[in-house]
Nanobody, 123 residues
């Protein structure tokens, strides 16, 4: 069974940093485009960032541009979301996703999802 497993979430003060990781189990996602989404309580799922299979294309939501960096290490079969200058409004469950369609902000374009990791930013 294919699974994506996120890790690295936690509680941090505003202005702090966290690095989320996403590693698949059951298969390799080397040629898959990857995305990160988040969902806060009572809100819709929101696009955060995406990266193509080679790492040559990255896309960010305006709300995180300049603060978050998406990357991938295909040798380790792991994807990352480095989050700096965190704000309380970044508090959400963060999900990684994988798909073969071009990387973008449409959640339904992704075929595989992780279970999510909680990120909480205190004021």
């Amino acid at each position: 069974q294919v699974q994506l497993v996120e890790s690295g979430g936690g509680l941090v003060q505003a202005g702090g940093s966290l690095r989320l990781s996403c590693a698949p189990s059951g298969r390799t996602f080397r040629l898959y485009n990857m995305g990160w989404f988040r969902q806060a309580p009572g809100k819709e799922r929101e696009f955060v960032a995406a990266i193509n299979w080679s790492g040559s294309i990255t896309i960010y939501a305006d709300s995180v541009k300049g603060r978050f960096t998406i990357s991938r290490d295909n040798d380790k079969n792991t994807r990352y979301l480095q989050m700096n200058s965190l704000k309380p409004e970044d508090t959400a469950v963060y999900y990684c996703a994988a798909g073969r369609r071009p990387p973008g902000d449409i959640w339904s374009d992704y075929d595989y999802w992780g279970q999510g990791t909680q990120v909480t930013v205190s004021p």
